[in-house]
């Protein structure tokens, strides 16, 4: 407590904790922020590899159905698909930006009383 720690002190005493500085410095309600953005990018990948293979499906079930198939299935279908309605994929994609900007935002919050 008589003097600041110097860089490379507190290398030193980080990795001998097994961690990093930016981990000894950082506030933990900022790395709660920091890891829900990680989360809510993880999400929106995904979101956007299921909407790209529900996009696939539907052309390839739309594919089918432009075929000879058995008169109720190509009803169950139809039926199914405007359930989903056109836009399903840009719904899912709508509520995955707004959690992407959810995040972003108490990231910033988190910083700015950190900061304060």
């Known amino acids: 407590g008589q003097r600041s720690i110097r860089l490379n002190e ?4 980080a990795e001998a ?4 500085i ?9 790395r709660q922020a920091l890891r829900d953005m990680k989360q809510a990018e993880t999400d929106l990948h995904r979101i956007v590899t299921y909407t790209l293979r ?4 539907r052309y390839s079930i739309g594919s089918l159905l432009n075929r000879e ?8 279908v139809e039926s199914w698909l405007r ?3 056109p836009d399903a994929p840009l719904r899912a994609a709508g509520r995955a930006k707004d959690e992407w900007d959810e995040g972003i935002a ?3 919050k988190a910083k700015a ?3 304060g």
């Open 113 to 115: 009383e950190s900061d």
């Open 106 to 108: 108490a990231y910033h």
């Open 22 to 30: 930016a981990r000894m410095v950082t506030p933990e309600d900022e």
């Open 17 to 20: 904790l097994g961690t990093y």
């Open 69 to 76: 198939i058995a008169p109720n299935f190509r009803a169950d």
């Open 10 to 13: 507190a290398m030193v005493i």
């Open 54 to 57: 529900f996009l696939d499906m």
């Open 83 to 85: 359930e989903l309605g």
